[in-house]
């Protein structure tokens, strides 16, 4: 609910857990910000320091816990200390590349005075400036490129920066491509030269490039991938450059031709800059380009209409449905993982701040997250797509929805299993007939709409596709002053996921 709350509002967000079980429990959600940069205070408390070298109940190293997931872990042992750490947290929290930071605070310390000057300043700014001589290296490389490539990351929504990534794309007649298992909107989905995102694995990665002779990263790891696939994603003889906050990420995977440590903001602008007006090449490029997107979008749209057929919900049905009932500036928070897949293709058009998806892979983030988002936004109508079996995760949030009279749709694509596992079962193995122990969700069915109710949401549910728009219009009504959620059961299965292991 904090990460949905940092998100939406764009600051940082305080999350209070009960020492060492709490910290257990929330390890999860401290994966998930860490995956998506999301600047959180994860305060815990911790048993007296006194007691602590007896194993006591509920105490114990809530650091060691934490420490490979958070950005960074304080246990002061002292007022005067507590004061310093919760500055220090903040201000490590907020700062590019920003992330979760645990602070545990001993009882003790919890009791005793309360620390002087404790007034958190402002956070440091992400001021940081790319080396200008390897900027200018960046625009020669770009400049010479016969069919350059852009690759934008959540780095760039993060930096405020979408504007300054659709002027360089221009600037260039490039595509831009979205990073893999994005969280946020790079470029607006109908803009013309967005190419749409990536795929996790590295064949699909290096068929999209293989066109282009110059790519450029910006504000991502290169690349954060899923799963094996056979082959570099990066196609030979391509050339590198990437740009990121996070000195860490360049020259991790692929090291760059050119390598950009800096706000990506900042950087693109020294980089428009670098370049200069645009030539006639880039503007005849730019024509291609859009010329290409538009045709693939066509094609894509048409593939996802061909699986709007067939018997019951189809998982694209139900994309369809949310891609017609959700307007240009409602909020969609996504983790309906197979069922939201053709929502790209289907013209759900999303710009920066209409969009935030699951990237930290640990289910049960997405319905805590839209609550925490709906309250940071109230004026925004707030729409959580989940599958079934995540639903089951973070359900108890709907609780909290429903005290705080929170407006919340929730459309729940209820396909009564764990659908990608099948998919990526499916992927690995190559047989598509195979039967999974335990990734089904119906001996006994659960009682969905009975669990949602349990959670003082109302809830509908529906089973035919011509009743999709009236019940999606009517969950939208429903949601005015609290949660609702419609249970959409889905049928069919979703392509396969991924690649046999070598
Ligand atoms: C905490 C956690 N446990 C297990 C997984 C593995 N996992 C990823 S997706 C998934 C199934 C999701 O099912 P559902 O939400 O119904 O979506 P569907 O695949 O059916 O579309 C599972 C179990 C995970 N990502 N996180
Ligand atoms: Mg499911």
Redesign the pocket.
Same mark, same amino acid.
């Given at each position: 609910m904090a990460d949905g709350y940092a998100q939406a509002s764009g600051q940082l967000a305080v999350a209070n857990v009960h020492v060492q079980p709490g910290i257990a429990n929330a390890l999860?959600g401290i994966l998930n910000a860490a995956r998506t940069r999301v600047p959180l205070l994860v305060t815990v408390g911790q048993q007296v320091s006194g007691l602590l070298a007896t194993e006591p109940f509920l105490g114990g190293d809530v650091l060691g816990m934490a420490r490979p997931l958070a950005k960074a872990v304080f246990e002061p042992t002292t007022g005067e200390a507590l004061g310093h750490d919760v500055r220090a947290a903040i201000d490590i929290a907020l700062t590019p590349p920003r992330g979760p930071v645990v602070l545990s605070i001993p009882l003790d310390v919890q009791a005793g005075s309360a620390p002087a000057g404790a007034d958190a300043r402002d956070p440091l700014p992400a001021t940081r400036e790319p080396a200008p001589d390897r900027v200018q290296a960046a625009a020669r490389l770009l400049e010479q490129a016969r069919s350059p490539v852009l690759i934008a990351g959540d780095g760039v929504a993060d930096a405020h920066a979408v504007s300054a990534l659709g002027h360089l794309a221009e600037r260039l007649g490039a595509p831009v491509f979205g990073e893999p298992m994005a969280a946020r909107v790079a470029l607006a989905w109908n803009h013309p030269l967005w190419a749409g995102q990536l795929q996790p694995f590295g064949d699909e990665i290096r068929r999209a490039l293989e066109p282009h002779d110059v790519a450029f990263a910006i504000g991502m790891p290169v690349f954060r991938l899923f799963g094996h696939s056979p082959g570099a994603p990066l196609p030979e003889g391509i050339r590198l450059v990437h740009a990121e906050v996070d000195p860490h990420e360049v020259g991790k995977n692929h090291r760059p031709q050119v390598g950009l440590v800096g706000d990506p903001g900042r950087t693109l602008r020294s980089l428009l800059e670098a370049l200069g007006p645009r030539d006639a090449a880039s503007a005849d490029r730019s024509r291609v380009v859009r010329r290409q997107i538009a045709e693939r979008r066509r094609r894509a749209r048409r593939a996802a209409v061909a699986q709007l057929g067939g018997p019951g919900i189809p998982?694209a049905a139900f994309a369809s449905a949310v891609a017609s009932s959700v307007g240009p500036n409602d909020l969609v928070v996504d983790? &309906? %993982?197979?069922? @939201?897949r053709a929502l790209r293709a289907l013209i759900c058009s999303r710009r920066p701040g209409t969009w935030l998806a699951h990237r930290g892979? &640990?289910? *049960?983030w997405g319905l805590p997250a839209a609550v925490g988002a709906a309250m940071a936004r109230p004026g925004q109508r707030v729409m959580s797509l989940? *599958?079934? =079996? @995540?639903?089951l995760?973070g359900i108890s949030a709907l609780w909290t929805a429903a005290r705080e009279r929170t407006p919340l749709a929730l459309a729940v &694509?209820?396909?009564r =299993?764990?659908?990608?596992?099948?998919?990526g079962l499916e992927g690995l193995t190559g047989s598509a007939e195979a039967e999974w122990p335990g990734l089904r969700?119906d001996e006994p069915e659960l009682d969905l709409p009975g669990l949602i109710r349990a959670h003082g949401a109302t809830v509908e549910q529906v089973d035919h596709k011509g009743a999709l728009g009236d019940a999606f219009s009517d969950l939208w009504e429903r949601s005015v002053d609290g949660p609702a959620a419609l249970v959409v059961r %889905?049928s069919g299965r979703?392509p396969r996921v991924g690649h046999p292991l070598p």
């Amino acid at each position: 609910m904090a990460d949905g709350y940092a998100q939406a509002s764009g600051q940082l967000a305080v999350a209070n857990v009960h020492v060492q079980p709490g910290i257990a429990n929330a390890l999860s959600g401290i994966l998930n910000a860490a995956r998506t940069r999301v600047p959180l205070l994860v305060t815990v408390g911790q048993q007296v320091s006194g007691l602590l070298a007896t194993e006591p109940f509920l105490g114990g190293d809530v650091l060691g816990m934490a420490r490979p997931l958070a950005k960074a872990v304080f246990e002061p042992t002292t007022g005067e200390a507590l004061g310093h750490d919760v500055r220090a947290a903040i201000d490590i929290a907020l700062t590019p590349p920003r992330g979760p930071v645990v602070l545990s605070i001993p009882l003790d310390v919890q009791a005793g005075s309360a620390p002087a000057g404790a007034d958190a300043r402002d956070p440091l700014p992400a001021t940081r400036e790319p080396a200008p001589d390897r900027v200018q290296a960046a625009a020669r490389l770009l400049e010479q490129a016969r069919s350059p490539v852009l690759i934008a990351g959540d780095g760039v929504a993060d930096a405020h920066a979408v504007s300054a990534l659709g002027h360089l794309a221009e600037r260039l007649g490039a595509p831009v491509f979205g990073e893999p298992m994005a969280a946020r909107v790079a470029l607006a989905w109908n803009h013309p030269l967005w190419a749409g995102q990536l795929q996790p694995f590295g064949d699909e990665i290096r068929r999209a490039l293989e066109p282009h002779d110059v790519a450029f990263a910006i504000g991502m790891p290169v690349f954060r991938l899923f799963g094996h696939s056979p082959g570099a994603p990066l196609p030979e003889g391509i050339r590198l450059v990437h740009a990121e906050v996070d000195p860490h990420e360049v020259g991790k995977n692929h090291r760059p031709q050119v390598g950009l440590v800096g706000d990506p903001g900042r950087t693109l602008r020294s980089l428009l800059e670098a370049l200069g007006p645009r030539d006639a090449a880039s503007a005849d490029r730019s024509r291609v380009v859009r010329r290409q997107i538009a045709e693939r979008r066509r094609r894509a749209r048409r593939a996802a209409v061909a699986q709007l057929g067939g018997p019951g919900i189809p998982p694209a049905a139900f994309a369809s449905a949310v891609a017609s009932s959700v307007g240009p500036n409602d909020l969609v928070v996504d983790e &309906a %993982v197979t069922s @939201g897949r053709a929502l790209r293709a289907l013209i759900c058009s999303r710009r920066p701040g209409t969009w935030l998806a699951h990237r930290g892979s &640990a289910l *049960g983030w997405g319905l805590p997250a839209a609550v925490g988002a709906a309250m940071a936004r109230p004026g925004q109508r707030v729409m959580s797509l989940h *599958g079934d =079996g @995540g639903l089951l995760f973070g359900i108890s949030a709907l609780w909290t929805a429903a005290r705080e009279r929170t407006p919340l749709a929730l459309a729940v &694509a209820d396909n009564r =299993g764990y659908e990608i596992l099948r998919a990526g079962l499916e992927g690995l193995t190559g047989s598509a007939e195979a039967e999974w122990p335990g990734l089904r969700l119906d001996e006994p069915e659960l009682d969905l709409p009975g669990l949602i109710r349990a959670h003082g949401a109302t809830v509908e549910q529906v089973d035919h596709k011509g009743a999709l728009g009236d019940a999606f219009s009517d969950l939208w009504e429903r949601s005015v002053d609290g949660p609702a959620a419609l249970v959409v059961r %889905v049928s069919g299965r979703t392509p396969r996921v991924g690649h046999p292991l070598p």
